[in-house]
């Protein structure tokens, strides 16, 4: 049989970057505190890294697919520089209420929807039993459960936490850098 892989499903804002609304540009971009070395650690220990990302402002027309693509070539650079790699990122741009034109579709892929996630756990033939999601909104929590991932760690780097954390959440942590050390 061939053996799967682990892997880490990371939200983008509010996780490895610091939480702006709708951030599109490189200038507004900022890792969260010691993001490299999380990541860094996190894959020393043999967890492919995911990225899964709603990009609403897609939708909305904030900011475009082109945008979203250069911020984040540019940001995979930085990150492989410092010798990470990212095996795939997966974005939505859609809202059901609020896109305009193609965007304006009920989707599977929009968080708290799993679709992004179990995208990536067929292609990647991934064991969700030793992989972990990372989200600093219950959304995200919601996704990787619905996805049956094991371990759903919530961050306080971002957006505020609700007062009441569901049972489903496993951890929560100050940022992705203090669970990262945690392991
Ligand atoms: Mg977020
Ligand atoms: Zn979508």
Known sequence: MIKKNKAVFLD????????VNYLHKIKDFEFTENCIEALKMLQSNGYLL??????AGIGRGYYTEVDFH?????MLLKLKKHGINITDIQFCPHHAKEGKGVY???CECRKPKAGMITHLI??????V?????IGDKLSDIEAGKVAN???????QS?????????SSVNEVHENLASFAASL
Do not use: A, C
């Open 12 to 19: 983008r804002d509010g996780v490895i970057n610091k939480e």
């Open 50 to 55: 995911f990225i899964i990302t709603n990009q």
């Open 70 to 74: 250069t911020l984040t070539n540019w």
């Open 104 to 106: 304006k579709i009920d």
């Open 122 to 127: 067929e292609r990647y033939n991934i064991d």
């Open 129 to 133: 039993q030793n992989s972990i999601l």
């Open 149 to 155: 991932i094991k371990n759903l760690i919530l961050v």
């Open 158 to 166: 971002g957006h505020e936490l609700p007062s009441i954390i569901p």
